[in-house]
């Protein structure tokens, strides 16, 4: 409707895909209106044929359409400036770190600092179908602490999801050391 309306303040009369009934639901939802008699008199008298009927877009039926074009545009996956690594949250796990987050100063560990920003700027890809943070060290430690909470008070999946993909668990695994007796035994694992 909007490419047979062109403007703003044009109209769209009867044909292909634009007509009473299929533009029905639009009117009643208040996206579109149907001309008066005065404007289809004018807009008859405008373009030499009387139109029968004719429609055009409110303005929210014009923000739909940018906020629809605006929810539709992919998000271009950024490299991360230097420092920073991408992660990629499914819903579920940005609403665990929502939660983290608001808790704030009641912490004992708070988040680290500007995790706050991180989370409340995170950009969602649709083809990925994750929602994108760029974060440092620091705050990949604080995710994978959230998650740890979460494990214990709800689900373990965010936590073994993160701990796969990133290699980053909480509490830190500590790193496996040879037993002493099969040092000094002279014995080497295989």
């Known amino acids: 409707m909007a490419d047979t309306q062109g403007e703003p303040d044009g109209w769209a009369t009867a044909g292909p895909g634009v007509d009473a009934r299929t533009m029905s ?21 405008r373009t030499g044929a009387p139109p029968l009927w004719a429609v055009r877009l409110t303005p929210d039926g014009w923000d ?26 499914r819903r579920s796990e940005l609403d665990v770190l929502k939660r983290f ?17 991180v989370v409340d700027s995170a950009r969602f890809n649709a083809v990925a179908n994750r929602w994108i943070m760029h974060v440092d060290g620091a705050q990949m430690r604080c995710i994978a602490r959230a998650f740890f909470l979460e494990r214990l008070g709800g689900s373990a999946a965010p ?19 040879p037993h002493e007796a099969e040092e000094h035994s002279g014995t080497t694992r295989a």
């Open 25 to 45: 639901p639009l009117v009643k939802l208040g996206l579109a209106r149907v001309a008066s008699a005065n404007e289809q008199a004018e807009l008859s008298a």
């Open 101 to 117: 987050v608001a808790l704030g100063d009641r912490l004992r560990h708070r988040p680290a600092d500007g995790l706050q920003p």
């Open 64 to 89: 739909v359409l940018l906020y629809a074009e605006r929810r539709a545009a992919p998000v271009a996956l950024e490299p991360p400036a230097p420092g920073l690594q991408m992660v990629a949250l």
């Open 159 to 177: 936590a073994n999801r993160f701990g796969r993909i990133y290699g980053v668990v909480y509490p830190p695994q500590p790193i496996p050391v």
